[in-house]
């Protein structure tokens, strides 16, 4: 008896597959998750994808601001004492220890530590830093996003509100996966990804000067099928990176693909 053939799942069917089984993971979390959204950190979640951008209050279920001010008062204590922007909070040290002695390793790590600690200053580094601390105060857990940026510092990072993201963990229960959905508007996409890049809804929406016009996205950081030891490239880096549009005619057709 011959065996059955493999379904060719098209690009899109399999990076919903993968996203999907994080999603399952997640839900018998979510109604804890939803409740300390609803009593202690009403504006920090997104448990509704097309509530991104929506302006409506989220602190019905507050009776006073005893939760919220203690959660204020343990994000200011985290992040005074972790990463004051004043302090030189961290320090670059080698990792060999006959090398922590040598006056040459000191200055260079002494170079790195001041012109790291000035990249983050030039960055919004310390304006998410309290999101993240926040999330873990009231969630237990958080997940943000360094990204290379060619403007005023090389850093980019923004954090994903609870709810809006999900994980995976490999066999040794260490993070491997992360899935993340949002809205964003036709013309952001245009902008981040490239006219061509985009649904035909999309482009339809901006030729009609529709450009605000909103679409979800989901980006996806799995580990690479194609990674290879020791190959330098672009494509073969550990992890792989895709965002792609759900509702995208075209279910081979993705925003970008690359390494992460």
């Not at 979640?45 to 204020?72: C, M, W, Y």
């Not at 200055?107 to 999101?131: G, Q």
Request: aromatic share 12%; proline share 5%.
């Amino acid at each position: 008896m011959a065996a059955p053939k493999a379904v060719q799942l098209t690009k899109i069917r399999r990076l919903e597959g993968i996203f999907g089984q994080m999603v399952t993971e997640f839900q018998s979390h979510k109604p804890v998750h939803m409740d300390i959204g609803d009593y202690i950190a009403p504006n920090m979640h997104e448990f509704v994808p097309t509530n991104t951008n929506k302006g409506q209050r989220r602190d019905q279920q507050i009776l006073n601001s005893t939760p919220e001010d203690a959660l204020d008062i343990g994000v200011s204590g985290l992040f005074n004492g972790l990463c004051d922007p004043t302090e030189k909070w961290m320090a670059v040290e080698p990792d060999e220890p006959d090398l922590r002695d040598d006056h040459d390793a000191q200055v260079y790590c002494e170079e790195i530590t001041t012109r790291f600690l000035s990249e983050l200053a030039k960055s919004n580094f310390y304006t998410v830093a309290p999101e993240d601390f926040a999330a873990i105060l009231a969630f237990g857990t958080c997940a943000s996003l360094q990204l290379e940026f060619f403007g005023d510092s090389c850093f980019w990072f923004g954090a994903m509100p609870p709810g809006s993201y999900y994980i995976g963990v490999d066999a040794w229960w260490k993070v491997n996966q992360v899935g993340r959905e949002w809205q964003m508007t036709a013309r952001a996409m245009a902008q981040e990804f490239g006219y061509q890049a985009l649904s035909f809804r999309a482009q339809q929406a901006i030729d009609n000067n529709q450009g605000e016009q909103q679409f979800q996205v989901k980006h996806l950081i799995y580990p690479n099928p194609e990674f290879k030891e020791g190959v330098l490239s672009p494509a073969n880096k550990r992890f792989a990176s895709c965002y792609y549009e759900v509702s995208c005619e075209d279910e081979n057709k993705t925003l970008l693909e690359e390494g992460f």
